[in-house]
């Protein structure tokens, strides 16, 4: 990655992140997409650095999606966050952490809106106590889930089974960061690094042994754009978007790509299965497509965990090619049983893409 004038972005914006006592709010699409990511950042957060990270199984989706998609008005969905700060208030905590990207650019926006607009919080206020009996205080302190892994990178490389090292070669992996576009694009100060150029992912891998890619559309969507996806007549918008990124950092060969997005991972990782099938195109080497993952996996892939208990046999396109890079070992035979070592349904593979 080319470092001139990064540097300088990336000291500009910065952001407090406390070190412990965090009340975490899951993401409605993550659990369905990818549901070990959710349950490895519990898992290294309370297990392996001892953090205090409280959630509630009250809490509901955060209505980011719908209103994003013009099906809900502003009021219903503010008030709906307004809940959810009612039950970290009632918790006893006062940083709040958020797992998905849209959660975390609706909050942000909705915090904003309301320091600008005192008037609409008060009017929330009334709208909360009125449908449920609830009061809140806001947040003190309001992340990103991949901000806590940012910040505990080097502790976590420190723990490190792994590094993202070509165990052949010794060469680092050329690795593409995606970030998802509410986590920065919106408001830049509320990320690690900014919205051009942010730092949260590329710290991550810089600590884990890798580099990172440049490569043009890196700040281009993933493809996911709701309005792209969810109105059927759009899905070809999606695809193009995707296409266009992996047309983009194709000549630069990269090993792995890393998100911290629910939908980003999803996208990345489903599309390269249909331009596979549409026009007969893979971008990763000998015919496989390049792995996605999300941090959390990434960061369990670092810490030794299996790569089956982190749900990568969830992912369409193979990551065995990644996991052989690095060394690390698995139970081809494990890969789709489930917890009772029983089989389960096993996917259809894949016609021109490699799959196992």
Request: hydrophobic share 35%.
């Amino acid at each position: 990655m080319i470092y001139q004038g990064k540097q300088k972005i990336w000291s500009d914006y910065q952001k407090e992140i406390p070190d412990d006592k965090w009340y975490y709010v899951r993401s409605c699409i993550r659990q369905n997409f990818f549901p070990a990511s959710e349950k490895m950042f519990m898992e290294i957060c309370r297990n392996v650095l001892g953090k205090d990270i409280y959630e509630n199984e009250h809490h509901t989706t955060c209505g980011g999606i719908a209103y994003h998609c013009d099906t809900i008005p502003q009021e219903t969905v503010m008030t709906i966050v307004a809940r959810q700060f009612a039950l970290m208030t009632e918790a006893g905590y006062e940083n709040y952490v958020a797992s998905c990207i849209t959660s975390f650019g609706n909050y942000t926006e909705i915090l904003e809106t309301w320091n600008e607009f005192p008037e609409l919080e008060a009017k929330i206020r009334e709208l909360l106590w009125k449908a449920c009996r609830k009061e809140f205080k806001k947040p003190k302190h309001l992340a990103h889930s991949s901000d806590l892994i940012f910040k505990f990178r080097n502790e976590i490389a420190e723990k490190a089974k792994f590094l993202l090292v070509n165990k052949e070669t010794g060469e680092p992996l050329k690795v593409v960061e995606h970030i998802g576009c509410h986590y920065s694009k919106m408001f830049p100060s509320k990320g690690v690094g900014g919205a051009e150029y942010p730092y949260v992912l590329t710290g991550m891998v810089e600590s884990w042994g890798g580099n990172i890619i440049d490569y043009p559309e890196r700040r281009h969507c993933c493809g996911y754009g709701f309005r792209q996806y969810h109105v059927k007549a759009n899905r070809g918008y999606s695809i193009s978007n995707t296409h266009k990124k992996f047309e983009s950092m194709a000549p630069y060969k990269p090993d792995m790509i890393i998100t911290n997005c629910p939908g980003c991972p999803y996208f990345l990782d489903r599309w390269q299965y249909v331009i596979a099938e549409m026009e007969g195109k893979t971008y990763g080497q000998n015919g496989f497509g390049i792995p996605v993952f999300t941090y959390e996996e990434v960061a369990g892939l670092v810490l030794g965990y299996d790569p089956w208990d982190l749900g990568l046999q969830l992912h369409q396109t193979a990551v065995e090619p990644l996991l052989d890079k690095i060394g690390i070992e698995y139970d081809p035979e494990q890969k789709y049983k489930g917890l009772d070592r029983k089989d389960i349904m096993r996917p259809e593979l894949p016609k021109t893409m490699k799959c196992f």
